[in-house]
């Protein structure tokens, strides 16, 4: 059983710039959230992906967006990059399904803006 | 609104001590809660989670916490600490409590340090 996958695990980005950050949910796994976890706080939910549709949304702004695909991986995607938006980028798949649900996380994709 | 406060952003124990985590959540509806720990440079890792079933959960490397519904509280204990605790520490809260997958709510963390 494979875990949650991210990549790439570190890059940098000019201001302004797009980035898109991949994951590859834990097998079984047909849900995925997204996370964004500044440094010295606590991770901040950003979105969910359950059957390829958005499936709730944090306080996010719309150039924050994401994907999700058929084999259940994801993408986030953002657009018009601050500097504020340097954080690590955290993935989380889950299964409804599970009698006792839990969320299997990646090791992040750690972004820098400058 | 489910919201959840750790108390004390760092604490540092001797190895052998005790540890204790302290933790306490808002929630609207009964709750589901985590500890994740997350080792530097590294993502999250699940400790334990309490999911309306036993008042005290035992999770992994030794941890425990105890669902206190009058106190508010999911503190997490380690009988005896070992330099390899060394990490960062997050309660999380359900958003949508029990009976579905909601979307987790953490706190701000706590670094656990151990003194050898």
């Known amino acids: 059983e494979t875990g949650v996958t991210q990549s790439p695990t570190h890059l940098i980005k000019t201001r302004g710039q797009q980035v898109t950050l991949r994951c590859s949910s834990q097998s079984g796994h047909n849900t995925v959230s997204w996370y964004q976890q500044a440094l010295g706080q606590g991770p901040q939910f950003i979105f969910q992906?359950?059957?390829?549709?958005?499936?709730g949304r944090g306080n996010f702004p719309p150039r924050f967006s994401g994907l999700q695909f058929p084999n259940y991986s994801s993408e986030l995607n953002v657009n018009a990059l601050e500097l504020d938006d340097s954080a690590l980028y955290l993935c989380?798949?889950?299964?409804?399904?599970?009698?006792?649900?839990?969320?299997?996380f990646g090791s992040g994709t750690r972004l820098t803006v400058v | 609104a489910q919201s959840v406060t750790q108390l004390g952003s760092h604490v540092s124990v001797s190895e052998g001590a005790l540890v204790l985590l302290r933790c306490n959540y808002s929630s609207s509806v009964p709750p589901y809660l985590f500890w994740y720990v997350q080792y530097p440079n590294q993502g999250l890792q699940l400790l334990l989670k309490y999911t309306s079933a036993a008042t005290l959960v035992k999770g992994i490397n030794g941890f425990e916490a105890e669902f206190k519904k009058s106190e508010t509280s999911f503190h997490l204990t380690k009988p005896s600490a070992h330099m390899s605790d060394a990490a960062e520490y997050f309660c999380?809260?359900?958003?949508?409590?029990?009976?579905?997958?909601?979307?987790?709510?953490f706190g701000k963390g706590t670094k656990l340090s151990v003194k050898p």
């Open positions: 999380a809260v359900s958003d949508s409590g029990g009976g579905s997958q909601g979307n987790l709510i």
């Open positions: 989380a798949s889950s299964s409804p399904t599970e009698e006792n649900y839990g969320y299997t």
């Open positions: 992906y359950y059957r390829e549709e958005e499936n």
